[in-house]
């Protein structure tokens, strides 16, 4: 069974930094590409990033491109999101997402709110 586990999440004020984990088991992960979404209250999930699965290569939604890295260790079946100069617009719930078997897996996610 798949499983994702978000973690790190909290409550940060603008210029700060946080940095999210989700933990994989129940597939190969280091075969697959990561990724990143979001979801702000009262809108749709927005892609943040992505990263393939030997950590060779990484992809930014424009809004996060140059603050936001994803990294994975393949040893630990982590993949990572390190967030810095966060914004107030960077408020939501953040998951995981990966895509198995032609299927869609994401985490239940871990909050992120940007205030001061």
């Known amino acids: 069974e798949v499983q994702l586990v978000e973690s790190g999440g909290g409550f940060v004020q603008p210029g700060g930094s946080l940095k999210l984990s989700c933990a994989a088991s129940g597939f190969t992960f280091g075969t697959y590409a990561m990724n990143w979404v979001r979801q702000a209250p009262g809108k749709r999930f927005e892609w943040v990033a992505t990263?393939?699965?030997?950590?060779?290569?990484?992809s930014y939604a424009d809004a996060v491109k140059g603050r936001f890295t994803i990294t994975r260790d393949n040893a630990k079946n982590t993949v990572y999101l390190q967030m810095n100069s966060l914004k107030p617009d960077d408020t939501a719930i953040y998951y995981c997402?990966?895509?198995?078997?032609?299927?869609?897996?994401r985490g239940k996610g871990t909050q992120v709110t940007v205030s001061s």
């Open positions: 990263i393939n699965s030997a950590g060779t290569s990484t």
């Open positions: 997402k990966c895509w198995y078997n032609a299927s869609e897996y």
